[in-house]
């Protein structure tokens, strides 16, 4: 069991940096994508050649099959270079590097307005309303 976990793991207790830089780059979206447009691009390329007059004239004298598939191979080529020259385990490290000049990250999305909502904006109560209500004009009229 002890020869399941890597040996700088083992000596401080922090996951092997290649490690994880493998694991980012095997599930990097990028390559997932390149490669489905890569293989569906492929059969519609093969189709393509293959398509009758019949197929042709169906689609008013253009074989769909054969664009769409070049068109998704071309895809599939930038999707796949642009994962092999910017590997998701550089682009984390920079991330990370940045992160750690810079400070915290600031909030984004719906935590910023959450943020922004508790620590800059304070709540003074209304003075416009009555007390305890239904009795109508301003607050100052009551004893």
Do not use: C
């Not at 890597?6 to 994880?20: F, L, N, V, Y």
């Not at 769409?68 to 270079?81: E, I, P, R, T, Y």
């Not at 682009?91 to 508790?118: C, K, M, N």
């Amino acid at each position: 069991m002890a020869d399941d976990i890597p040996s700088q793991e083992r000596k401080t207790g922090e996951p092997d940096p290649s490690r994880s830089a493998r694991a980012a780059n095997l599930f990097d979206l990028r390559r997932m994508i390149g490669g489905l447009f890569l293989v569906y691009g492929l059969i519609l390329l093969v189709l393509g050649l293959g398509a009758s007059d019949q197929e042709i004239d169906k689609a008013a004298g253009v074989n769909l099959n054969l664009w769409v598939g070049v068109s998704m191979l071309a895809l599939a080529a930038l999707f796949l270079l642009w994962a092999f020259t910017r590997p998701l385990s550089e682009e984390l490290a920079e991330a990370e590097a940045d992160r750690s000049v810079s400070g915290a990250h600031a909030p984004v999305g719906p935590d910023a307005a959450a943020f922004a909502g508790s620590k800059t904006t304070s709540r003074r109560p209304r003075r416009d309303r009555g007390g305890s209500g239904g009795q109508g004009g301003s607050g100052s009229e009551q004893a």
